[in-house]
């Protein structure tokens, strides 16, 4: 059976198949990729994926519009997604809710969630024969692809903005790809990946203009789902037809933070795909957190619609500084479309949520630790649903860049090796 039967175009709604497009519409729109519904609904029953044995994101493969590359089989490629979801009773406490829980996308092989869309880029990549994969980043999705890439000898070249924090700058280095810092901005890089691309012939990764990017991310949304299934009661029917989660039950509310707009619309498509094959009974609402400096997707979206004005971005958040999301318009529409909505927070929030994950045993760089930030603003605000379960994602880990943890927290005393000094510190 072949799953991917085509792409649309999600601003003009054109329709193109596999073979007829490689990135983006004629009209500049973002491609989504379609797949044969009504054939996978006749072919599987939810418990053929949740009883497969693999705990990473090829569980889901049946549907995933690539398949599995025989020369990944245990490599890191073959150990994307699949994160753990841990409780947080004392924020929870804290904040007042009645249920909070974290899905630690650091756990990923490359540490941030980026290796979900990187694992899938590759994947193709290998299908289609490409010598060379290529993507401009802020540093994590530079990483991912670096790190599948060397998974399966794949050749990968990276642009990043020179300002790109150095922990994420050594992992490229690491993981031997070609790296060349742009004296730019990251969509200085970005625009100058797409000529490159097209110039050299390498394929490319960038967010929001390769579609396969979604269909890596969006496998983060299956996992929430059998999450929902398992711990919350929700989100689909028993074989037998009757409901699992009485109906009148508070949806899952999901907190994720925003820069280019492709992590949010991944998750959105994920539920979506779920919903079409009419597993999904629950939509969860899910909450886009941008920083106030970065915020050209949260504008959007308090202006009531979907046209992106660029921004200059300063935050200290670099995953989500973006001038120019490149996946805006999806990105306005998970919010809208599954009853959420947008929140901005300060970088004094970002690192003031850093202190507070780490107080919990959870390290998250700044873009990770601000969709936490968007929970404790949005109960501040009073938006939240009383009872409603809330799942933050921690998009990537604290090593990631230790400068702005350092920020986060009290230098630490340098004493003399005496019991004397110890006594004066405590
Ligand atoms: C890329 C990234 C984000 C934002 O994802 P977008 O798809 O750009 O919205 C958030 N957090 C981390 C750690 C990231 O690497
Ligand atoms: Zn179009």
């Given amino acids: 059976m072949d799953k991917f039967v085509g792409y649309r175009c999600s601003l003009c709604a054109k329709e193109y198949l596999p073979a007829q497009v490689t990135y983006t519409c004629s009209c500049g729109g973002n491609l989504d990729v379609v797949l044969d519904y009504d054939a ?76 979900r869309a990187s694992a899938v880029v590759v994947a193709r990549a290998i299908e289609t024969g490409a010598e060379v994969v290529v993507t401009a980043s802020t540093g994590n999705a530079g990483a991912a692809l670096a790190g599948m890439a060397a998974a399966v000898g794949q050749k990968a070249v990276i642009f990043a ?30 625009d100058l990946t797409v000529k490159a691309a097209e110039e050299f012939g390498w394929y490319c990764r960038n ?54 707009g492709n992590i949010i619309a991944g998750i959105h498509k994920g539920f979506k795909d779920l919903q079409a094959l009419g597993w999904l009974d629950h939509m969860p609402c899910i909450i886009g957190v ?21 921004v200059s971005a300063t935050t200290l958040a670099d995953s989500i500084s973006v001038d120019l999301p ?61 009872g409603a379960p809330i799942l933050v994602v921690n998009t990537g880990s604290g090593l990631k860049d230790v400068r702005a943890a350092m920020q986060s927290v009290q230098a630490a005393p340098i004493i003399q090796p005496d019991l004397e000094s110890i006594k004066k510190h405590l």
Avoid: H
Wanted: proline share 7%.
């Fill in 40 to 115: 996978l609904k006749k072919k599987y029953q939810p418990d053929d994926l949740l009883c497969r044995d693999e705990t990473n994101l090829w569980r889901y493969l049946p549907l995933i519009p690539v398949s599995f590359p025989k020369i990944a089989e245990r490599t890191p490629l073959s150990l994307a997604g699949g994160t753990p979801v841990i409780f947080l009773p004392r924020l929870a406490k804290k904040l007042g809710l009645e249920q909070l829980w974290l899905k630690d996308e650091s756990r990923n092989p490359t540490a941030s969630f980026k290796d």
């Fill in 161 to 190: 903005p020179k300002t790109a924090p150095p922990a994420k700058v050594a992992q490229l280095l690491v993981f031997g790809a070609k790296v060349l810092l742009v004296d730019g901005t990251y969509d200085d890089a970005f």
């Fill in 207 to 260: 967010t929001g203009y390769n579609p396969f990017t979604v269909e890596g991310k969006k496998t983060a949304a299956f996992e929430i789902w059998e999450f929902m299934r398992r711990e919350l009661g929700m989100g689909g029917r028993k074989p037998t037809g009757g409901l699992v989660a009485p109906v009148n039950k508070p949806r899952l509310t999901i907190f994720v933070s925003v820069g280019d």
């Fill in 290 to 310: 941008q920083a106030e400096g970065s915020a050209a997707i949260a504008n959007a979206f308090k202006a009531g619609n979907e046209t992106i004005t660029p």
């Fill in 326 to 386: 490149r996946d805006g318009v999806r990105a306005v529409r998970a919010a809208r479309e599954t009853g959420g909505t947008y929140i901005t927070v300060s970088d004094a929030e970002i690192l003031s949520a850093i202190a507070e994950l780490g107080s919990q045993g959870v390290f998250a760089e700044p873009a990770g630790a601000a969709a936490y930030a968007g929970l404790a603003a949005a109960q501040a605000q009073g938006l939240l649903d009383p």
